[in-house]
């Protein structure tokens, strides 16, 4: 896949940049999987076989009934005949889930099944939508602009790979409209609503309510542990925090928090949150998310290290 040809004569790594995850459903699981359903069905059919041609064999006209160990014979066939019929449903159901590849490259994502290419779309104005789908796209190169996939076995990381690799591609182009000053409308919640919209100077909602930049700022949080154990803390320093809250001096249309006033219902209305979160994050204080980003880095190499 990573160096299959496009009819434009580019490989996907010239299109959408070096490959960072790749994943696939094996077919050795549901190959060992069909044997064992052809064995079931083999001993399902001798044991029917059995009890029929015994209680043909047995049966008389007017005489006794026959022997109590020919029903006994076929109870457990019948049972293994209706086992193998439902057993070949779910195995007609994971024939259809092998061979299914995912690549998730740097700027775009390429999806295969069976070797075919099947869908293949850039990272530009797509949706990430953990709730419905994985990824939207309404770029595909192939197919319909939805990535989806059975997320079975080795796919099973497929869908944080997805969104990791999405989201700083996403952050970037909503950045790149805003300083050639066209506004960035994020997707609403529900397929054709509107979501939260900004501009160079102000974030607008969708019921028309707006907040200038100017007297917005943000907040950050040090939050460790969850539930009862949850502790909270304001921190000074952007390095030193893992949370932020963004709060405007709008008292008449903000809820009242710590700090300052709370911009009511705008983290509800887009699949797209954490890019909403980010790109806010950034015009309003972009020395605080580099601090915070390059700190978020720095622990998460010493985790990984």
Do not use: C
């Not at 896949?1 to 790749?22: C, D, I, Q, R, V």
């Not at 047995?58 to 005489?63: D, F, N, Q, R, V």
């Not at 889930?97 to 390429?110: D, F, N, P, Q, S």
């Not at 009511?264 to 605080?288: A, C, I, K, Q, Y």
Request: proline share 7%; no cysteine; hydrophobic share 40%.
């Amino acid at each position: 896949m990573s160096t299959e040809t496009s009819a434009t004569g580019k490989t996907a790594h010239e299109l959408y940049g070096p490959l960072l995850f790749h994943a696939e459903n094996p077919v050795r699981s549901v190959r060992r999987r069909t044997v064992r359903w052809v064995v079931l069905v083999v001993a399902a059919a001798a044991l029917v076989t059995a009890a029929v041609t015994s209680l043909f064999a047995l049966a008389e006209p007017g005489g006794p009934p026959p022997p109590w160990w020919v029903y006994v014979l076929g109870l457990p066939g019948w049972l293994l005949v209706l086992w193998s019929v439902v057993e070949l449903f779910r195995l007609l159901t994971a024939w259809r889930r092998v061979g299914w590849t995912v690549e998730v490259h740097e700027h775009g994502v390429v999806e295969s099944r069976f070797g075919e290419v099947r869908q293949a779309m850039p990272y530009s104005g797509g949706v990430i939508d953990p709730g419905h789908g994985v990824f939207f796209s309404p770029h595909p190169q192939t197919g319909d602009g939805l990535l989806t996939a059975p997320w079975k076995g080795e796919l099973r990381n497929a869908p944080s790979e997805i969104r990791a690799a999405a989201q700083p591609v996403l952050v970037q182009e909503a950045l790149q409209q805003l300083r050639a000053g066209k506004d960035v409308t994020f997707p609403g919640s529900r397929e054709g609503k509107p979501g939260v919209t900004l501009s160079a100077d102000r974030l607008t909602l969708p019921d028309g309510r707006e907040y200038e930049h100017a007297s917005s700022q943000v907040q950050y949080w040090n939050v460790t542990g969850d539930g009862d154990a949850m502790t909270r803390a304001l921190a000074d320093d952007p390095s030193l925090a893992n949370t932020i809250v963004f709060l405007t001096d709008d008292e008449a249309n903000g809820f009242r928090t710590t700090g300052g006033y709370g911009i009511p219902g705008w983290e509800r209305t887009s699949p797209n949150l954490t890019v909403m979160r980010e790109t806010l994050h950034f015009l309003l204080d972009p020395d605080g998310h580099q601090e915070m980003y390059r700190a978020q880095r720095a622990r998460q190499e010493r985790e990984l290290s």
